[in-house]
């Protein structure tokens, strides 16, 4: 069963996309399709990747991930399953044949997420997500805990739900997650299925606390009143477990880096 895999990029790090095709190209699966999304339609190492990593490439509209995410979407056709990766993002050997196998086996489930793996800029390892299950539960009154990286989604359930809300710009995967949790199953397997480069200095990072709201905006949509008055409590309990657990990430990656540099 075919695969689009949408992957938006500024195409200022092309070292990093290249990683980034690597890793869906040495998947070795003939049925999928990549589509790259970016600004840069004319410069020409994206082009040559694009080329041999057999992509399609599409024109970012520049108005946020969202939009690019969606014009990826667009380019599908009569495949079957969707997954995205951002350009440092990293997919491990044969995560999408465990992915794809396990919604094979439960035809209920509208998407399937695994384990992943925190890396630093320069690929070391910072910590490994095993909440597991627990973590779609989690994102209904908390932090989305759900790797984006390590999921795949039927293509049919993405597009029937609306693909992603261009008004959001930092939780769009949780808004995503939450939407298709409505019409069917999400599943977990016991596999560590892809690397997530965290950034010090990324855009969420940076803006943690507008990214925070944001995300208790978009939970808030699939409460009831009175979940809404509820989960407050919670809400303020989130944003102070997420900061922190941001600014140790941060920290260690910081760490990590002044000790290359003074071992260099």
């Known amino acids: 069963m075919s695969l689009l895999a949408v992957v938006p990029t500024l195409g200022t ?42 992509a399609d490439l599409r024109g970012d509209p520049g108005s946020g991930l969202a939009a690019a995410l969606n014009r990826g979407l667009a380019a599908g056709s009569d495949q079957d399953y969707f997954l995205w990766l951002n350009d440092d993002d ?44 627990v973590a779609q539960w989690v994102m209904t009154i908390g932090p989305n805990l759900v790797p984006q990286p390590g999921s795949i989604a039927r293509l049919d359930a993405v597009v029937r739900v609306g693909g992603f809300d261009e008004d959001l710009q ?22 560590t299925v892809a690397r ?3 950034h010090p200095d990324a855009l969420t990072v940076k803006n943690r606390q507008l990214s925070i709201r944001e995300a208790e ?18 809400d303020l309990a989130t944003r102070a477990v997420v900061t922190m657990a941001s600014h140790r990430l941060s920290e260690r990656a910081r760490v990590d880096e002044q000790w290359r540099r003074f071992l260099a």
């Not at 808004?175 to 977990?188: E, M, V």
């Open 13 to 54: 790090r092309p070292d990093l996309l290249e990683r980034t095709l690597r890793s869906l190209d040495e998947q070795a699966d003939d049925t999928m399709s990549i589509v790259i999304v970016t600004p840069r339609v004319d410069d020409p190492a994206t082009q040559e990747m694009t080329n041999r990593f057999d």
């Open 90 to 133: 990293v997919l491990l050997p044969g995560a999408i044949d465990a992915c794809r196998e396990a919604l094979k086996s439960d035809t209920s489930a509208v998407m399937v997420y695994g384990n992943i793996e925190y890396v630093d800029p320069l690929g070391r390892h910072l910590t490994t997500s095993r909440l597991g299950p």
């Open 170 to 191: 930092y939780a769009l995967d949780q808004d995503l997650f939450l939407r298709l949790r409505r019409t069917g199953r999400i599943i977990h397997i016991d596999r």
């Open 196 to 198: 997530y480069t965290w």
């Open 217 to 234: 905006g978009v939970r808030r949509r699939y409460r009831g009143t009175l979940g809404r008055v509820a989960a407050y409590p919670l």
